[in-house]
């Protein structure tokens, strides 16, 4: 796969460049550099999406006929690897490339038309509720009950690790509406509000510190079955295909720009004897190799992104990348603390522009180093720990 960009793909990155440069202002852009997770709180995230709904460029990845963008795959990575670059807030992923893609699939006509274009627009802000207490990569062993009561399900158990519920008006939700048979077989796949009486949000506090995830009660909570996706008792296959695009995305432009961090970092010199780590043979080789693993992600984002167009299943290609991105990761933010040393601390101050010493460059960096380190340990368990995902790549791809 050539990844050299045409004159033509040059000119749209020129674009894109352009419309960053003018739209992301330093708010926007300090809120990006301050992310520690997934995505960025709901204000800023939000705000964001608004800006590119405008542009008509908040879901590159959905068909033109539901408002994508019409982007070829190398636009799509052009994009990623921009917004990377240039700091942007990091978008829910719950609604634009989880929720959605599956109402494209399976939901009914009207589903689509309801919620598709609030979806875009970002009038709704969407949670999962899959994880349970108890019920984790064996997503399939979960026990919120959802009783048939006229036109309605009447729901009662919990949710946990359920990310900014509390933030959220909206959550797509697997429940059990069949305890006979194999476990897979009575689980169902519903869209409910989060102000329905009933619904309890606790915070869950993170090592980091942060309010992120929570755990989520229903008591007698109803929700009408129109709000259901797909049929009764097969929510499994729904939210299989789900966690395909949950665990698709584009890592490498992002782990790119931490390498460049890293050397930064790495690059600086200390104040008491002016020796850099980057002159470390031990440690250029960790970052030689993780930069060489990055770029080698290249390839397969391409193959997931090339499956996403139009809303296509990626299949085992997400479990490839979301390993290997999880993972490398992971690598990354150990890099970044270990150059930082004793200024990764959770409570450092943000510095000023930083200067030619790692005493000037640690602070700056050091604000969001040990939170990102703690908060990305989850990353390889969280969508179907990577575990789960080797598995699937020795039956799906090796045939074993």
């Not at 598709?116 to 984790?136: H, V």
């Not at 004897?273 to 770029?295: F, M, T």
């Amino acid at each position: 796969m050539d990844l050299n960009l045409t004159r033509e793909e040059a000119a749209f990155r020129d674009e894109v460049r352009a419309f960053l440069d003018e739209k992301l202002t330093p708010e926007l852009k300090e809120a990006g550099s301050l992310t520690t997770s997934v995505f960025t709180d709901k204000p800023w995230n939000l705000k964001w999406q608004k800006i590119l709904h405008e542009k008509g460029w908040a879901a590159p990845a959905w068909p033109v006929e539901y408002g994508g963008t019409g982007w070829n795959e190398m636009q799509k990575y052009i994009w990623a690897s921009e917004c990377a670059r240039a700091g942007t807030p990091g978008l829910s992923p719950m609604g634009l490339r989880m929720c959605a893609p599956v109402l494209m699939k399976y939901g009914t006509p009207e589903q689509k038309a309801f919620f598709l274009p609030r979806i875009l627009a970002g009038e709704d802000y969407w949670c999962q509720g899959y994880s349970e207490p108890g019920s984790g990569s064996d997503l399939a062993s979960l026990q919120l009950r959802a009783v048939s009561d006229g036109d309605d399900y009447v729901l009662n158990g919990s949710k946990i690790w359920t990310t900014h519920a509390h933030f959220a008006n909206r959550m797509f939700c697997l429940v059990r509406t069949n305890t006979d048979g194999k476990p897979q077989q009575g689980i169902t796949f519903i869209l409910l509000e989060m102000d329905t009486p009933g619904i309890k949000v606790e915070p869950i506090i993170t090592l980091a510190g942060e309010h992120e995830v929570n755990q989520v009660f229903f008591d007698d909570v109803r929700v009408p079955k129109a709000n259901r996706v797909g049929p009764e008792n097969e929510g499994w296959t729904v939210a299989k295909y789900l966690l395909e695009f949950e665990r698709g995305g584009a890592y490498a432009a992002a782990l790119a720009v931490g390498i460049e961090k890293i050397k930064t970092i790495a690059s600086a010199e200390r104040s008491d004897n002016g020796a850099r780590l980057i002159d470390d043979p031990a440690y250029r080789a960790k970052v030689s190799d993780a930069e060489i693993a990055v770029k080698a992600m290249e390839i397969t984002e391409h193959r997931v992104m090339s499956a996403l167009s139009g809303g296509k299943n990626p299949g085992p290609a997400s479990s490839m990348l979301k390993t290997r991105g999880s993972e490398m990761t992971q690598t990354i933010d150990e890099l970044v603390v270990e150059a930082i040393a004793y200024y990764a601390d959770v409570d450092q101050r943000p510095a000023r522009e930083p200067g030619s010493n790692v005493e000037a460059v640690g602070p700056k960096y050091g604000l969001t180093a040990m939170p990102r380190y703690l908060n990305n340990r989850a990353a390889t368990i969280y969508g179907g720990s990577n575990e789960i995902q080797r598995g699937i790549m020795a039956k799906l791809v090796l045939g074993l």
